[in-house]
């Protein structure tokens, strides 16, 4: 069984920061990509951030600059800081994850977590 938890979310005033923490628990082999999703009320689930194994990223045009995602491969965790955040910004942000189970089966599944909310008041 795979676990994704996140943590982190809050409430924060337009222009501040916060910082969000993924952590995979469970049995599997290895984490592949990891990354960040974030959805509005009404809205569908959109990209936020995702991180390769080898630490290469990519980010939705809405946040370059100012969001930054990391990993830590030995923890099995993926975190997102968030600075100067904007009222656009005000979600539920879902961590996922594609894992492979074993090192047979090159197949990867893909895992989220439970999401965690963010709230930006102008």
């Known amino acids: 069984q795979v676990q994704l938890v996140e943590s982190g979310g809050g409430l924060v005033q337009e222009g501040g920061s916060l910082g969000l923490s993924c952590v995979a628990s469970?049995?599997?082999?290895?984490?592949?990509?990891m990354g960040w999703y974030r959805q509005a009320p009404g809205t569908q689930r959109e990209l936020v951030a995702t991180?390769?194994?080898?630490?290469?990223?990519a980010y939705a045009d809405s946040v370059k600059g100012r969001f930054t995602i990391s990993r830590d491969n030995a923890a099995n965790t993926v975190a997102l800081q968030m600075n100067s955040l904007k009222p656009d910004d005000t979600g539920v942000y879902y961590c996922?994850?594609?894992?492979?189970?074993?090192?047979?089966?090159?197949?990867?599944?893909?895992?989220w977590g439970q999401g965690t909310q963010v709230t930006v008041s102008s």
């Open positions: 996922k994850a594609h894992i492979q189970r074993t090192p047979q089966t090159r197949t990867q599944f893909q895992y």
């Open positions: 469970g049995s599997f082999f290895s984490i592949t990509l």
């Open positions: 991180i390769t194994r080898d630490g290469k990223s």
